[in-house]
């Protein structure tokens, strides 16, 4: 089987727009939750978020084309750009061919789709319908909103001609698509995969479904924290560059890690509730597929959303997946919020920093310890530690989860 690298990062968040202004924030443990203010927050109870704030996408795209594009859509192209570029890599001939992009979404275009639904109600609704009015939405609200539109964009903007496609996995979505990436490349299918994952759903509809669900925190995120009230929703996209090792040392490219393991479960019990039995296997066929035993493990990314059921579950799985060995950990929704379909991408990219900076990130907001979350969670200040190896984890309604192992190169 073929090694992975790492050869390129890509990152517009809540807490920067670019990988060095992300790691900053990180480790300095600043957060990205804030009031909203992108859209009219009347109506909603709950109003933080973690808006990517001064997003100006007449900066980053031609006027022509930018219609095209709905705002998750842009957020992975830039994020995109940052990775490839990072990378090197120029795909052309035969390297266009061998490269795949395969990205992750929770729900694609929300932006569109409630943009549409609004102007149909306000401008014609069921009166307007019946008088006939002629009431007619944007001619690409369906490239817009469709969720693949994000990955078909950075396909056709970089000249990427081997496979494209989008997985959805909720929580999971980025995540499944790394690690899709990452069989592509040991396989000896692909050479390089551009993948990654985006969300942005930071709308009116989509925060009045979440708090319909009773889980969102009306202040902030505080992951494995004693009073803890739920999370707060996020928007962002991260990138990155895998590539077969070989190829990337040959180049004399930067590697950043390697990408050393993959492990996927389904709970197979509730739509909503976690299982710790679940996320415990994910784990441990993570560490399994790349050949580390539990004390090789020196951080761990946790999914932590904030929530009560989320993180006293996912310590019952930590704990059952590492026993007596298990390494510190830490949440970056605490700083990001909870980007959904693009969290594993940007807690990766949190991942990989955190190992080649040797720094573990903090879970900041952080008031005292729960004796339901036991664990040595880095409260509010980052560590200087050895980070050999580490796992990031992602959860999913659905009962889906996934872990990404990766190595310090």
């Not at 708090?211 to 009073?227: K, Q």
């Not at 940007?346 to 004796?371: G, H, R």
Request: glycine share 12%; proline share 4%; net charge neutral.
């Amino acid at each position: 089987m073929k090694r992975v690298a790492i050869t390129g990062l890509g990152v517009v968040s809540a807490i920067g727009a670019s990988v060095p202004d992300f790691w900053n924030s990180l480790k300095n443990g600043e957060t990205g939750i804030k009031v909203i203010t992108n859209i009219l927050t009347e109506g909603l109870v709950n109003k933080m978020g973690a808006e990517v704030k001064g997003f100006d996408p007449a900066v980053h795209f031609d006027p022509k084309k930018l219609p095209m594009y709905d705002r998750f859509s842009q957020l992975a192209m830039v994020a995109g750009r940052q990775a490839i570029a990072d990378s090197g890599l120029k795909f052309e001939g035969e390297l266009a061919e061998a490269t795949a992009c395969i990205m992750g979404t929770g729900v694609g275009g929300q932006n569109t789709l409630e943009e549409s639904y609004t102007k149909l109600i306000n401008l014609g609704g069921a009166l307007g319908a019946q008088s006939g009015a002629n009431v007619r939405v944007h001619p690409f609200t369906v490239p817009r909103l469709m969720a693949n539109a994000a990955g078909c964009q950075i396909s056709m903007e970089n000249n990427i001609l081997g496979p494209g496609y989008t997985i959805a996995s909720a929580c999971a979505s980025a995540t499944h698509a790394i690690g899709t990436a990452f069989h592509m490349i040991r396989s000896g299918m692909m050479t390089a995969v551009v993948t990654g994952g985006s969300e942005a759903c930071l709308t009116f509809g989509t925060l009045k479904g979440w708090e319909a669900l009773r889980v969102v925190a009306p202040d902030t995120c505080r992951p494995f924290s004693l009073g803890r009230q739920g999370m707060v929703l996020g928007e962002g996209a991260g990138c990155l560059v895998l590539e077969e090792w070989e190829h990337a040392t040959k180049r004399g490219a930067t590697i950043y890690g390697e990408l050393a393991g993959f492990g996927m479960s389904s709970d197979a019990k509730d739509i909503t509730t976690p299982d710790a039995g679940g996320m415990a296997r994910a784990m441990k066929s993570a560490l399994r597929d790349a050949s580390l035993n539990t004390g090789d493990v020196h951080y761990i990314n946790a999914h932590g959303t904030g929530t009560r059921s989320n993180d006293a579950t996912e310590t019952k799985a930590i704990k059952m997946a590492f026993g007596d060995t298990v390494p510190p950990l830490s949440s970056s929704k605490s700083m990001f919020g909870h980007a959904l379909g693009a969290a594993g991408a940007l807690e990766m990219v949190a991942t990989i920093l955190a190992i080649k900076n040797q720094i573990a990130p903090p879970t900041i907001s952080f008031v005292e310890k729960d004796p339901e979350c036991d664990l040595d969670v880095i409260p509010n200040t980052a560590r200087e530690m050895k980070i050999n190896a580490a796992i990031s984890n992602s959860f999913a309604f659905g009962g889906l989860n996934a872990v990404l192992a990766v190595k310090r190169a």
